[in-house]
C-alpha cells in the first residue's frame, strides 16, 4: 500500500509560478508517477507523467513548456514545477502511482487527497 500526500498548492496571479510536491508514505521507486487535475464541472484530465528512473517524461499539450515533472527516489517525493500559469490551470491537481500503462490509461493504482491551485486573472 502507498499513501501519498500532495502540498504545495495555493493561490497565485496570472503568471506566477508554484511548485506541487508528493511524498510516498513507502519507497515507490518502482512506480511510474503521474499529476492528473480536475477543475469543477470538468473531467480528470492527465497533465504529466515520469517513469521510475526520471529519465522518460510525459505532459499534456496544455502545460508542454510551462511545467516540468520531476521525481527524487531518494526522498520519495515527486515534483510539479508549473510556471507562466494561466487562470484555466485551476483545479484540484492529484498526484498517482502506478504501472507504465497508466502514462495512456490513467488506470493509476494509488492516488493522493489533491491540493487546490487557483490562478487569478
Known amino acids: 500500500q502507498v499513501q501519498l500526500v500532495e502540498s504545495g498548492g495555493g493561490l497565485v496571479q496570472t503568471g506566477g509560478s508554484l511548485r506541487l510536491s508528493c511524498t510516498a508514505s513507502?519507497?515507490?521507486?518502482?512506480?511510474?508517477m503521474g499529476w492528473l487535475r480536475q477543475a469543477p464541472g470538468k473531467e480528470r484530465e492527465f497533465v504529466a507523467a515520469v517513469n521510475w528512473n526520471g529519465e522518460n517524461t510525459w505532459y499534456a499539450n496544455s502545460v508542454k513548456g510551462r511545467f516540468t515533472i520531476s521525481r527524487d527516489n531518494r526522498k520519495n517525493t515527486l515534483y510539479l514545477q508549473m510556471n507562466s500559469l494561466k487562470p484555466e490551470d485551476t483545479a484540484v491537481y492529484y498526484c498517482?502511482?502506478?504501472?507504465?500503462?497508466?502514462?495512456?490509461?490513467?488506470?493509476?493504482?494509488?492516488w493522493g487527497q489533491g491540493t487546490q491551485v487557483t490562478v487569478s486573472s
Open positions: 513507502v519507497t515507490y521507486g518502482s512506480y511510474t
Open positions: 498517482a502511482a502506478g504501472p507504465i500503462k497508466a502514462v495512456v490509461d490513467q488506470d493509476y493504482q494509488y
